[in-house]
Nanobody
Framework: QVQLVESGGGLVQAGGSLRLSCAAS????????MGWFRQAPGKEREVVAA???????SYADSVRGRFTISRDNAKNTVYLQMNSLKPEDTAVYYC??????????????WGQGTQVTVSS
């Protein structure tokens, strides 16, 4: 059974930090593009960050410079370090994995999501 399980969400004040983790099981994702989507009420789901098999990374313009994505293939885990958080970062964050080695936008696997709330 393939599973992605997110953790690390919570409530923080603006300017604070959170670290999200996504633990994958059921298969190796070393060759997959992995990363994070988020969705806020009334807004479309968007890609936040992605990390490829080569460890190259991509970020949404809204988070570039504040968020850092990384992966540990030995642990089958992907992380999202979120710094300088803003109220507009409030959303449910979803871990995702795509068999496509360079693109995350059509994931093959999804986590259940973790709530991130940034208070002003």
């Amino acid at each position: 059974q393939v599973q992605l399980v997110e953790s690390g969400g919570g409530l923080v004040q603006a300017g604070g930090s959170l670290r999200l983790s996504c633990a994958a099981s059921g298969r190796s994702f070393s060759g997959y593009t992995m990363g994070w989507f988020r969705q806020a009420p009334g807004k479309e789901r968007e890609v936040v960050a992605a990390v490829r098999w080569s460890s190259s990374t991509s970020y949404a313009d809204s988070v570039r410079g504040r968020f850092t994505i990384s992966r540990d293939n030995a642990k089958n885990t992907v992380y999202l370090q979120m710094n300088s958080l803003k109220p507009e970062d409030t959303a449910v964050y979803y871990c995702a994995a795509a068999q496509n080695p360079v693109r995350l936008h059509e994931p093959d696997y999804w986590g259940q999501g973790t709530q991130v709330t940034v208070s002003s």
